[in-house]
């Protein structure tokens, strides 16, 4: 299948993998690439890291940032799937571990469809292997009965394998992975037999640090885990320029026309969200208090897509405050009775007197009565 023809493939979609959405720039990387690759890899890990951050290539190709913030980190992570040890991806809420797991799987391997959802009802069969039950029945335990997990497909292929909110599984499915992250192998008792991990195979996990307490690694598993904490964007212009990024990205593939006034409005709920999360105005004058919820950035493109859409079909195509107000109101009350006084102090005492906020000011009385 040719780049063109992967791109074609994506008209249409809602959401492509970052493999498809990316194709044409993992081609040029590809093409250019003369450095190293590990075993089974599509890239070497300066290629990957130069598609995570961006760049300009050679023959003039613009790789768009995938990641903005520190390219240490990215290098950190890409040296671990060179390695014989798994990769962590840790942080709060929304900031950018699934996004960044996805692109890193994608430019490894070439897919990062492997993926394990981890959630309070996953199965053990999710991570090591399930059956089908029908020729389970009729035939007895086979390899033709036997269904692989995502784990086990990228084992055999050599590929990677991602485990979304690993601290969400129960700690007996968590603990399935210890014997595949150090022996590299999938033992299959009922056939007698076992799955031996190809060059290439690693695993990408992503954990929220405020989960730690649902089901906490066990020491065991962690061990064989290299950890990197994901922080939230240093500084306002940082997190503004990402969520600009996003929400152009996502106002395409919902073919929502661009909005006149969009940056400042993406400042504003930036700032808002900074500062509640914070507990202090950007200034550093007015100490506040904090909502119960994590007013991530995701969050935030989130308010500014909706708002968006609100301006596209309900409005002149001018993103104003009355088009964002109800998705901020809906971010920062997360609990009806102390977050609603949160954000009402947060509104006299900071947004009410602030030079230019008087129409946003408005906007969320209106939506908060």
């Known amino acids: 299948m040719t780049t063109a023809d992967t791109a074609d493939d994506t008209t249409g979609l809602l959401r492509p993998h970052a493999e498809q959405r990316y194709a044409e720039e993992l081609a040029a990387l590809a093409a250019l690439d003369e450095r190293t690759r590990p075993a089974s890899w599509r890239l070497s890990p300066w290629a990957v890291v130069t598609y995570l951050m961006g760049g300009t290539l050679e023959d003039g190709t613009v790789i768009t940032p ?4 520190s390219r240490r980190l990215m290098e950190i992570a890409v040296a671990t799937l060179a390695t014989d040890r798994a ?17 890193l799987a994608a430019a490894v391997c070439g ?11 996953t199965a053990e069969e999710a991570v090591r292997y399930g059956w089908n039950y029908a020729r389970l029945l009729a035939q007895g335990p086979s390899q033709e009965a036997l269904v692989p997990s995502p784990v086990m497909e990228a084992m055999r292929s050599g590929r990677i394998a991602r485990v979304e909110e690993l601290t969400r599984m129960p700690s007996d499915v968590q603990d399935a992975l210890i014997t595949v992250l150090s022996e590299k192998t999938l033992p299959v008792p009922e056939l007698g037999t076992e799955v031996q991990a190809h060059s290439g195979f690693n695993l990408i996990a992503t954990a929220n640090d405020r989960d730690r307490g ?30 600009a990024r996003r929400v152009e990205d996502l106002g395409t593939s919902l073919r929502l026309p661009p909005a006149q006034g969009a940056l400042e409005e993406i400042r504003r709920v930036v700032t808002v969200f900074r500062e509640l999360r914070q507990g202090v105005t950007e200034d550093g004058l007015t100490s506040l208090k904090s909502p119960s919820g994590t007013l991530s950035t995701a969050e935030a493109i989130s308010v500014v897509t909706n708002g968006l859409a609100m301006s596209a079909h ?3 195509g001018v993103l104003r405050p009355a ?19 949160v954000w009402s102090e947060y ?3 900071v ?19």
Do not use: M
Request: charged fraction near 25%.
């Open 111 to 121: 897919t990062s469809t492997l993926l394990v959802q981890g959630t309070a009802g």
């Open 214 to 243: 649902v089901n906490d690694l066990s020491s065991a598993l962690r061990r064989r885990f290299n950890t990197v904490v994901l922080p939230l964007p240093a500084t306002a212009e940082e997190e503004v320029r990402i969520v």
């Open 347 to 349: 509104l006299e005492t």
């Open 314 to 316: 309900f409005g002149d």
């Open 66 to 69: 995938k990641y903005v913030g």
């Open 351 to 369: 947004v009410r007197d602030r030079q230019g906020w008087k129409d946003f000011y408005r906007a969320c009385r209106e939506v908060t009565a």
């Open 87 to 103: 990769l962590l991806l840790l942080g709060v809420p929304g900031t950018a571990k699934s996004w960044v797991s996805e692109h």
């Open 323 to 341: 088009d964002v107000a109800a998705g901020i109101l809906g971010a920062v009350v997360s609990d009806p009775v102390a977050d609603r006084v």
